[in-house]
């Protein structure tokens, strides 16, 4: 059994789980901001923290669904 199109199927779907966590990363971040814009220094260093910790993820879950 050929499980090649489920490899491509996990791995899209850990792209498009991870852009939609970063979306909503810059989302909030900008609502944040636009709140308390005395703490934008913070919240970037926060945002891009975390968008890192979803690159690695997603990176680790691509990486898995391509493994045979």
């Given at each position: 059994m050929d499980f090649g199109a489920f490899a491509?199927?996990?791995?899209?779907?850990a792209a498009i789980?991870?852009?939609?966590?970063?979306?909503?990363?810059?989302g909030s971040a900008m609502?944040?901001?636009a709140r308390?814009?005395?703490?934008?220094?913070k919240i970037q260093t926060n945002m891009?923290?975390?968008a890192a910790?979803?690159?690695g993820v997603a990176l680790f879950a691509v990486v898995v669904a391509l493994m045979k």
């Amino acid at each position: 059994m050929d499980f090649g199109a489920f490899a491509a199927i996990g791995a899209g779907l850990a792209a498009i789980g991870a852009g939609i966590g970063i979306g909503n990363i810059g989302g909030s971040a900008m609502e944040a901001i636009a709140r308390q814009p005395e703490a934008t220094s913070k919240i970037q260093t926060n945002m891009i923290i975390a968008a890192a910790l979803i690159e690695g993820v997603a990176l680790f879950a691509v990486v898995v669904a391509l493994m045979k």
